[in-house]
């Protein structure tokens, strides 16, 4: 697939513009502060309903605007879709598709197929397991939009157990709790094993991809891996972090990993069973995929904690570009390219990466780059270049 036209009003910077694409590589180019991550994160927007630089819509909206406005028109062998999203401060966000009735902002999830690459992703690494979750499930969401249902139930019992649980530690525990919190046991089973299957699944897709991406990128003396590690499992402690780590912590995986939803439904049950009291001390929930773990890791160290600054760029560029090959052989998307976005990714590399980098990216059904200096872009990645002035692109809109 790719881009045809962007178009934004009161995005950003951005008053009003209108972006001209075509397949294949484009490059824009523009001095740091001018608008081309604004741009690429519009695009990202798109198809994740979030933003890979703040967790809030507020900083999206132009100053002093209410309303933004995202528009696409994607092309996809024969056939292109015009969508579009609204961004409202105050109330709930809207979509519209091919200039139909309004929609849902949900609604328009697994249209723009897209893989995002930009520095904040060094938090895929450096951050705390909530970015590697939140990596694993945009993912999941783009593969499989019905997962965007998945994710909200999910968050939804998990607040209200949640809820309950603090009452109960402030309060006395009635018999009335005991049964409630039963209830949403039952309603956070399924849904966590929902999320915790199709978690498991991408991350087995996620693997091999992961790890040839790294070998391509580096010299290939050490190899990139991930290991989900789930608090069913009770390898991680009450933090978040790594505890004793059993031995057979990937075989734990493993095991899970063969069992179907109703299974892993029934292992949750079990599970709240055995942490209540714990569950109710603290007042929070302590055993789900909210807590859970994608263990990176480098050689035989964990990647956090241990890579060194350029292992740490490779490790996510990895990530990204795993993404991007698992969604490019997704046969649900029917096989559609995703468009592949490198936000200020070759300034960091050096020009051995720079080049691989460029191979690797150069087959890709479009690929958009931004750079503030031209000269970072290696010849490899010959193509269009685009020129971002102050309040638009030059020669267009
Ligand atoms: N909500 C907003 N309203 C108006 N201007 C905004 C808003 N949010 C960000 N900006 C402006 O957009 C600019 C940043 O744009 P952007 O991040 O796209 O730059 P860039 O071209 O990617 O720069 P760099 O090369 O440094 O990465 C800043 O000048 C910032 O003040
Ligand atoms: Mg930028």
Redesign the pocket.
Known sequence: MYLEHLSLTDF??YAQVDLKLGPGVTVLV?S???????LMEAIGYLATLSSHRVSTDA?????GTERALIRAKLVRGEQSTVVELEINAGRANRGRINRGNPVRARDILGICHMVLFAPEDLALVKGDPSNRRRFLDELLVSLMPMHAATRSDYDRVLKQRNALLKSARTGKFTAGHEATLDVWDQHMARAGAELLHARLELVERLRPHLKSAYAQLTDGTKEAGAVYRSTIQGVLDDDGGPAERLDEGSDGVEELRLLSVEQLTERYIQAFAASRRKELERGISLVGPHRDELELVLGHAPAKGYASHGETWSMCLSLRLASYYVMLDDTRTGGSAPILILD?VFAELDVQRRRKLAAIVAGAEQVLV?A?VDADIPDELAGRRVK?VPGGIDGEG
Not at 59 to 63: A, C
Request: aromatic share 6%.
């Open positions: 950003r910077s523009g740091n502060g001018i608008g081309k991550t604004n900083p999206l909206l132009r100053f200020d931004t503030a971002v």
